[in-house]
């Protein structure tokens, strides 16, 4: 079976996403453990990729040489990653409650070695881009136009080897990466504003000789524009700045509990209960 691009509606992707936000929740309320908020901020880019048309996959055979290649750099938010790949079919969605059980391929972090479909094993920030960077040099190398896709998060551009990564990139000419900064606000110790504030990373980067786009990253119309723009840039990396927020779709319950940010901790189940109700 060729890889294949899966292509919704746009209806069909806010479903999708509402799906996604679902499983997130419950595999993490199960576990007791994991980061729902850091990956709830990233359901609607990673729905996009999916789902909208622009990785060529196949769940089958998930080594296809020809495939299309997306790395979560922000190991941390899996869970976002483990429910896009159940819903498009790398495993059973049954399986999303086994997150973080022993045994399970579902790991606290991406794991490669574990769960076919996972492009890279990450969790040690600031090494996805370059582990992408990798990744196309050698698809050009084979003469395959397949794209590869780097989520990183706001806190992890504080990592030096995610800047000498940008460099890297542009020596190259690399048109057929794109990287996707999930611009959320926050990182581990709190706000990125407070812990180290690069100001606009769009215009940082764009002096590394990349395409970039700021966007709303939670807004589907706006995801779904910004990565079409990035798949015509030919001759330079692109970059999408994704500016989110932390538990997008569930953000009146994370102010009932009074953090804002959430970070690396599961919803209660009376919690979870009442962040269910609003994605019905």
């Known amino acids: ?3 294949e691009a899966i292509k919704l509606s746009l209806e069909e992707l806010k479903e999708k996403a509402k799906v996604i936000r679902r499983h997130i929740i419950n595999m993490t309320t199960a576990a007791g453990s994991g980061h729902p908020s850091s990956s709830l901020s990233a359901v609607e880019v990673v729905t996009s990729l999916y789902f909208a048309g622009h990785l060529r996959l196949d769940p089958k055979n998930p080594d296809a040489a020809d495939r299309d ?3 979560l750099s922000k ?4 869970p976002v990653l483990y429910a896009a790949m159940a819903e498009r079919g790398y495993f059973s969605t049954d399986e999303l409650l086994t997150l973080r059980k022993l045994g399970s391929p579902l790991e606290g972090h991406p794991n490669m070695k574990r769960l076919p479909g996972i492009e890279a094993s990450t969790g040690s920030l600031g090494q996805g881009l370059s582990l992408g960077i990798g990744q ?3 698809l050009r190398m084979d003469s395959l136009d397949s794209q590869v896709y780097v989520m990183i998060g706001d806190g992890e551009m504080g990592e030096g080897q995610v800047w000498e990564a940008f460099a890297t990139a542009d020596k190259y000419k690399l048109g057929n990466l794109t990287a996707i900064i999930d611009q959320n606000g926050y990182q581990q110790t709190g706000a990125t504003k407070d812990v180290l504030d690069y100001g606009d990373f769009a215009e940082k980067v764009a002096t590394f000789g990349w395409h970039t786009q700021t966007i ?3 807004n589907m119309e706006e995801v779904l524009k910004a990565l079409e723009v990035a ?3 030919k001759d330079k990396p692109s970059l999408i700045v994704s500016r989110t927020q932390k538990g997008f779709g569930i953000l ?6 009074g953090d804002m940010n959430f970070h690396g901790k599961p919803l209660s189940k009376e919690l979870a209960e009442k ?6």
Request: aromatic share 4%; charged share 10%.
């Open 75 to 78: 190991g941390h938010a899996v």
């Open 1 to 3: 079976m060729p890889v």
């Open 252 to 257: 009146p319950v994370m102010e009932e509990a």
């Open 216 to 218: 709303n990253g939670n």
């Open 231 to 233: 798949s015509q840039q």
């Open 69 to 71: 290649r997306f790395i």
């Open 275 to 280: 962040a269910l109700a609003l994605l019905t």
């Open 136 to 138: 196309a040099l050698g």
